[in-house]
């Protein structure tokens, strides 16, 4: 019987939304679908030299539609008739101001093209000073409310991002019923959810990053808000209560979106979660195994056993959650605020003259023009790395910082600025391209060094996402770098799939998420070892980067 049961895994990410319809049984994936965003595409909405990065939700609804409607029809009628549930996962911290019925703002006529009135994305950090005055609040406090995060509040976190709209928009913040994350706002959507106060939060995005711990019975109490800004006091009156598993269910789809995607109306919908957490499902997980999710940032998952982990806070990531990864084991979350986009900025730095002068080229036409400026852009990556790896390896070589959108973990600062230095004339793209490299790389590194001087142990690697499936330069050097294996999981669709594992419980077709994610796993296609020759030289140049870390700081 479970061979006739599917579920659907959908995933959003940065630039797109993708979703798959997968065989509950075993994992196996019917079909697929990916949407661009059309407004992001376009930048709409923008401001990368203010740090300002928001996204619409009708780009949300559309991709969601878009991309499930195409699977279904890519599967056929049979199949989609078994379709038992749906689960979704999003990136984050992306939330969003509702009114009173759990509607986005930007959705309303009269804030339709306002972009606080969207969703906040992950990656903006125009709430800096409200990051800081949390931080330097919290000091202030008896109880260390930040101990859970890893004692330093983030720009990209849900109450700074709050406190910097309701600073800087008075009509949005007179129109806020409520803020709500991207992964619990979808659930409710699908839900047919009309009344915000009855929106299912999952722990997952409660725990890392809206200060919400069952140790304290909840949020801070209401003193801590109200101190800190009177915009805050009572806000926590219209946030919740209770949260939720992302094994549990959010409710049944609605007749209206059953309708939109073709779907039986008996479709469960699972509580929402963050990419990256439910992309270290889908890749199959290990307790003390960090699970890197390598996109246009990383984000480094590992599950601990409750017991064994006991009070330990680890100082510096983006928190620990009681079941935010796995149910019953802790959640534990770091990362870099920019990995692949490291490598995106420096090829746009390389394709201006194309995208500038081809354009209007007095040699070729535009036709042309704008197939070999295609043709440049898909090469470049991949030219420089193989340029790259037959450089001779120089210990005085060029040093890079990977700090281009600040520092996520250890000790989050988005103020700080990445730096290239060691440059001569002799410094060419493919040398500076390897310093690029290696300073990602060096990023990671300090991740698992700070989880090991806080006594937790890093056994292995998992690699995961875009980056690590398509660059083996990269994961050659992070093997390198760190000193030990990394192993590859075979999926394309990692977020998806994870996704999909808990849909396939929170239908009851697994009794649990680890035996979902043993029967529906793909396994791993590759493992990067470490070459111990090359030890001695990056821990002198691991030093290196250290240095001039403290120097960027200072």
Known sequence: MMND?????????TDSVRSIIVNASNGEEVSSSVHYYTRWKQQLYCEAANNQFRQHPQDYIDGLENTIRDCVAKAGDTIAAKIRAISIDTTGSTPVAVNAEGTPLALLPEFENNPNAMFVLWKDHTAVEEAAAINQHAATFPVNYLQYVGGIYSSEWFWAKLLHILKVDEAVGANTASWVEHCDWIPFLL??????????????????????????AGFPPNDFFASLHPLLDGFTDKLFTQTYTADQQAGIISGEWATRLGLPTDVVIGIG???????????????YHLSKVMGTSTCDMMVVPAAEIGSQCVKGICGQVDGSIIPGMIGLEAGQSAFGDVYAWYRSLLEWPTKTILENSDIIDKATAAKLQEEI???LISSLSAAAKALPLDPDGIIAMDW?????????????KAAITGLSLGSDAPKIFRALVEATCFGARAIVERFIEEGIAVKGLIGLGGVAKKSPYIMQMMADVMNMPIRIHKSDQTCALGAA????????????????MNAMGSGFEKTYLPNQDLKGLYDARYNQYKQLGKFLEQ
């Open 501 to 516: 594992m808990f849909a396939a419980t929170a239908a009851g077709i697994h009794p649990t998420v680890e035996i979902a």
């Open 273 to 287: 979660a963050f990419d990256a957490h439910m992309g270290a499902v889908g890749g199959q997980i290990e307790p």
């Open 5 to 13: 049961q599917y579920v659907v895994g959908v995933d959003y990410g």
């Open 191 to 216: 839900t047919g959810g009309n009344d915000a106060r009855l929106i299912k939060r999952g722990v997952c995005s409660a725990g890392h990053k809206a200060l919400w711990a069952e140790a304290i």
């Open 377 to 379: 852009s898909d090469k």
């Open 404 to 416: 281009l959108n600040g520092r996520r973990t250890p000790d989050a600062n988005q103020e700080l």
